[in-house]
């Protein structure tokens, strides 16, 4: 093995060194089948890495972390490649990508604590099928759900649709296994609904995307299983009027409330092109539209009585101007189908700029006309695309080119639309990543709109856990 004077080994030796720890399956060469880990979902980012490491225990992952900190080789962790921010995606060619695809190993489900400890590898909807195995609701809910990893739901502090009533995932996280920068394993899986020993140190790693080492495992929180669902499909004129509506759905409801989801009219006219399977559930277009789902333990059937006396309320008020109520599974699925098409229906209607924005919830209303106008002043023509997570103040932005424009020459226009959308979301005391994460996508927005105190605090962390700066590096901070 050829060492450097300064101990330094060289990438071939690395690689010899991790085909000897991983063995046959566990480093991937080839390079058509290392184009699945180099480029993001969307084809965004497109990485350049040589080597993919498949690790398949908490000790493999340390040992290849302590063969590139050797060779002072770039390690990038990746889960199931779903993360839209390129966070998965090495900038640097000599980086390793670290997959933890092999790692999904259930490790324990407590019910009397309702807890579950998994893999980080461990798919979205493999927990949420444990979980249901012994009648509990692990609730993070995500259109990726079949492929994104807990570990990469962990590293984005990911949301979903479930967010109104149990949280994002750090609020269903009890404790975390991780492998720090220089390959020492901390064991922090701890099933405690208080700790307060210290430093909760599970908290630097959620939401870290990597940059402070690779998160192995998670002991999660899990929920009753409600036996009584109800879901609605509203139309409403304003988003002033789909706030309305959930607060009075929220002051009826309390907590049971899970989802409020707001689309637009160009949203559902786009879906319904993606999924030509699924029809609108109304015969007239309207201009916005709310998917509304409550949840709980009584009698099945109550709840649904109940969302059917607010929206006759609110119909005869005039705040709802159409809607209807799921009668079925089936039926509850194809409305849901609507509203997780999102994505689907975006590529249909054409390559739009994406924001991933939060503000509070009293200024959801003034961020969306505010964007909508400064943007039509700016880009004549350019056509709104907007949905999110309004029980969270969090809406995907996504205005879409003007008709005739290309989309590369929109996307030229990207730092300019940008700044117009995230000037507002600041003003608004907001954030610019509400739950995608940061990754290569927004790192400069980052640096622009944060303080500098914070920014001081995020490179001191940084620095102390992970001095050579091997660890997703170019990720968040610089
Ligand atoms: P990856 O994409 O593989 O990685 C994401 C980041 O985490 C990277 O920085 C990576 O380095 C890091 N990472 C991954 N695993 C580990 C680990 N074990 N240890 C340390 N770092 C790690 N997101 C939402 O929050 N809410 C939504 O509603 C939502 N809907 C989506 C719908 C669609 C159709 C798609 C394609 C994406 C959606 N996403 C959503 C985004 C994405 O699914 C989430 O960000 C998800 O949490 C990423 O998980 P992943 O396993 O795919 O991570």
Redesign the pocket.
Known sequence: MFVTSTGEIHLDDLVERLRALLGPQGLIEREAELERYNV???GMFRGRARYVARPSSTAEVAAVVNACQAARIPI?????????????QPIDPRSVI???ER?RALRAIDPDNDTITVD??M??AEVQSHAASVDRLFPL?????G???????????????QVLRYG??RALTLGLE?VLPDGTVWNGLRGLRKDSAGYDLKHL?IG?????????AATLRVFPRPRDIATALVAVSTPGDALKLLHRTRQRLGDSLSAFELMRRECMKWVLVALPDERSPFTEECPWYVLIETSGHDEPGMLRSAIEEILSEATETGLVTDGVIATSEAQRRRLWALR?G???AQKAGGAGIKH?ISVPLSRVTDFIERADSALVRAIPGIRPFAFG?LGDGNIHYNPMPPVGVTPDAFAERRNEVNRIVHDIVADLGGSIS????V?QLRRSELTYYKSPVELHAFKTLKKAFDPHNLM?PG?IVT
């Not at 990038?76 to 998965?88: D, K």
């Not at 492929?147 to 649709?161: D, E, F, K, M, V």
């Not at 870290?208 to 192995?216: D, M, P, Y």
């Not at 509400?434 to 994460?437: I, L, N, R, S």
Request: glycine share 20%; proline share 1%.
């Open positions: 993001s979902i969307e990038v962790p990746q889960g199931g490649n779903t993360g839209l921010a390129g966070g998965a670290v997959s933890m790692l980080a590898g798919t979205l809910s995500l259109a990726s759900e492929s994104c990893q807990i570990g990469g739901n962990l590293s984005t502090n990911a949301g979903g649709t994002n995932i991780a790693f870290a995307e990597g940059t402070l080492g690779i998160i192995t997780e999102q994505a689907d991933d997570h509400a739950e995608h994460g990754g997703n990720k």
